[in-house]
């Protein structure tokens, strides 16, 4: 989900002079973030769990 930094910048820039408390780019990313928000909290635990130990061992 890499995108070039200047884009990147921009975007960012237009969220402050916006004033969002949040932006998250790109779409795909955004979506990801949606659809994990619908999954149950218990779900959600155990994949972020998941998550953090294949972290840690990198």
Same mark, same amino acid.
């Given at each position: 989900?890499l =995108?070039? @930094?200047?884009?990147?910048?921009?975007?960012? #820039?237009?969220? =402050?002079?916006?004033?969002?408390?949040?932006? @998250?780019?790109?779409?795909? *990313?955004? !979506?990801? #973030?949606?659809?994990?928000?619908?999954?149950?909290? =218990?779900?959600?635990?155990?994949? *972020?769990?998941?998550?953090?130990? !294949? #972290?840690?061992?990198?």
């Amino acid at each position: 989900f890499l =995108i070039p @930094v200047g884009d990147a910048a921009q975007r960012i #820039m237009a969220a =402050i002079e916006q004033k969002k408390k949040q932006v @998250v780019f790109p779409k795909r *990313m955004k !979506w990801l #973030m949606a659809s994990l928000g619908l999954l149950p909290n =218990i779900v959600l635990n155990k994949i *972020m769990s998941r998550k953090a130990k !294949w #972290m840690k061992n990198d």
